[in-house]
């Protein structure tokens, strides 16, 4: 059993920054494949940004080159850094861990507004 716990989430400005964080449980955190993903009212649950065990990442199209993924193991943590928000990055952000079963956090509200 894993247990994800987010945090970071809140209110921000179009064009500001906010840094995501997932605690995970577990002696074995370095194996996971860990990842970020979000849902907004009425849309389907899509991957933002996803780490492996070795440090390779994969983005959702709309994020490359504002968010950014990064993991340290010796805090059983995953980060994502988001630039440059935009309205449209609004939603629930989950966290998400790959160990050899799916585990998901309880979410986090972000809200890109004016």
């Known amino acids: 059993q894993v247990q994800l716990v987010e945090s970071g989430g809140g209110l921000v400005q179009p064009g500001g920054s906010l840094r995501l964080s997932c605690a995970a449980s577990g002696s074995s955190f370095r194996l996971y494949t860990m990842g970020w993903y979000r849902q907004a009212p009425g849309n389907k649950r899509d991957l933002v940004a996803r780490i492996d065990s070795r440090g390779n990442t994969n983005y959702g199209d709309s994020v490359k080159g504002r968010f950014t993924i990064s993991r340290d193991n010796a805090k059983n943590t995953v980060y994502l850094q988001m630039n440059s928000l935009k309205p449209e990055d609004t939603a629930v952000y989950y966290c998400?861990?790959?160990?050899?079963?799916?585990?998901w956090g309880q979410g986090t509200q972000v809200t890109v507004s004016s």
């Open positions: 998400h861990a790959n160990a050899y079963l799916d585990y």
